[in-house]
């Protein structure tokens, strides 16, 4: 992997990313990190779009190192954005830009966005004192850490293997009207149809009744379009946007005071994600309260340079044939990652998940390490990194399988359910994450590690 001196630096202040720790620990041990194949949080380091970098060295004007007189973004990239979002979503011909919808900028990430517009709800609600809810899927992305700080209280609904990693439409709806049950203050329902961790495009017909079922007890929506440019070729992705701006109807219904707010990561789609950028799509009254009152509160419009960047390469049909190459190349991941997971790691059809959208693939833990877990299974005394092959007694006490597959192989998979950096992981282990970002010879040399260490699904041990 990258040197971790180039993206964590040294340790004098502490660092609550557990990817560090575990790195640094498996060094510590011995181990080289420059062998480590990372699968973990979705970055690679190395594969940012080779036309997007080259934006960035020749097409920053001057003006893009100064201050941006709106808070709505470098005005060159909200104006691409706007065609960019209502293009590909397929909007001109269910809602009008510039009264149904607006599209601005979003910068310092889209998760910042989503805290700022769980304070918008908090700011807005009639009732101060009602607690707000938030009601996402689990397993999901680290939702919670972002509306917990803010005095949400969480609550999920399940998607599940035997479903397809498919919400059901009838538990979301009673979830919703439970919720609405116990708080007179903001209701949130998250939609991420590009289903992150899971790889599951969820059906339309599905978020549709969500959508009403939101509409019906008064919630507000938040679409996490994260992954909404990265599917499999030939398959187009239900857009959760799309959806929610038929059901809401034109600006002249009532529906439209109905608050919801889209986010689109373009780090996701590029391999930039240290740039922060995306875009916001919502009701102009959402955006103008959400950047137009509350940003300068706290910051103004930066990465001017980055934003330039972009909206070059947003206008550069280039853009659209490295999506469509990175399509092909993850469809070919996961397929390969199946055949291996199945032929050679000896996982059953229903302990891994290929998916068809997103950049992760959802694999279970094998049982038995489960059990030796439950059991105590190890000797206390921790081998060092990627020593003998087998399990056996190298389990140790209160090791993660996350630790253990680095520790014995130097792969390092990703959490199922993400957390915040720094607080304990919420869900109970059972599941990690193939990030499929990597180059192929990465991915497939991290699955014969796997296997070549007896890390499969069936308890050799227990039959040697």
Request: hydrophobic residues 40%; negative net charge; glycine residues 10%.
């Amino acid at each position: 992997m990258h040197p971790l001196r180039d993206i964590a630096g040294e340790s004098s202040l502490a660092n609550p990313y557990q990817d560090v720790s575990l790195l640094r620990r498996y060094e510590e041990l011995g181990g080289d990190l420059d062998e480590v194949l990372y699968l973990s949080l979705g970055e690679t380091w190395s594969e940012v779009a080779p036309g997007l970098a080259r934006a960035l060295r020749e097409s920053v004007p001057l003006h893009g190192h100064g201050y941006i007189l709106t808070p709505y973004g470098l005005p060159a990239l909200r104006e691409v954005l706007r065609g960019y979002v209502t293009d590909s979503h397929r909007l001109a011909a269910v809602a009008e830009l510039g009264v149904d919808y607006e599209v601005a900028v979003s910068q310092s990430s889209t998760r910042s966005a989503m805290f700022h517009y769980g304070r918008l709800l908090r700011e807005e609600a009639p009732d101060a004192a009602g607690r707000p809810l938030v009601v996402c899927s689990s397993p999901g992305w680290d939702y919670a850490g972002v509306f917990t700080a803010l005095g949400y209280g969480m609550r999920h609904f399940a998607v599940r293997p035997e479903d397809e990693y498919q919400p059901r439409a009838e538990e979301v709806e009673e979830l919703l009207r439970r919720s609405r049950g116990e708080t007179t203050g903001p209701l949130l329902l998250v939609l991420n149809a590009q289903h992150n961790p899971t790889g599951a495009d969820w059906d339309e017909r599905t978020v549709r009744r969500m959508v009403r079922a939101a509409a019906d007890t008064g919630a507000a929506v938040l679409v996490d379009d994260a992954y909404y440019a990265v599917h499999d070729p030939h398959t187009p992705p239900t857009s959760a946007l799309r959806v929610l701006l038929e059901e809401y109807g034109p600006a002249d219904d009532p529906a439209r005071g109905r608050p919801w707010l889209a986010v689109r990561s373009l780090g996701k789609q590029f391999h930039c994600n240290g740039w922060g950028i995306g875009a916001l799509t919502a009701p102009p009254c959402v955006l103008e309260a959400l950047l137009g009152r509350l940003l300068p509160q706290h910051g103004y419009v930066s990465s001017v340079p980055l934003q330039a960047a972009m909206a070059a390469w947003l206008a550069d049909e280039e853009s659209e044939t490295f999506l469509a190459t990175q399509r092909a190349n993850y469809a070919q991941k996961r397929q390969e990652i199946a055949k291996r997971l199945a032929g050679d790691l000896g996982y059953p059809d229903e302990a891994f998940h290929a998916g068809s959208c997103g950049a992760y693939l959802l694999m279970r833990t094998p049982p038995w390490f489960e059990e030796r877990a439950a059991a105590g299974a190890g000797t206390g005394t921790r081998s060092g990194p990627r020593s003998g092959t087998g399990r056996g007694a190298e389990q140790e006490p209160g090791e993660s399988f996350r630790e253990f597959c680095l520790r014995r192989t130097g792969v390092l998979v990703g959490e199922a359910h993400m957390s915040t950096p720094g607080e304990r992981a919420r869900d109970p282990q059972g599941f990690v994450r193939l990030f499929l970002g990597p180059q192929q010879s990465v991915v497939t040399e991290a699955l014969e590690r796997l296997a070549d260490a007896g890390l499969g699904w069936a308890d050799e041990d227990a039959h040697s």
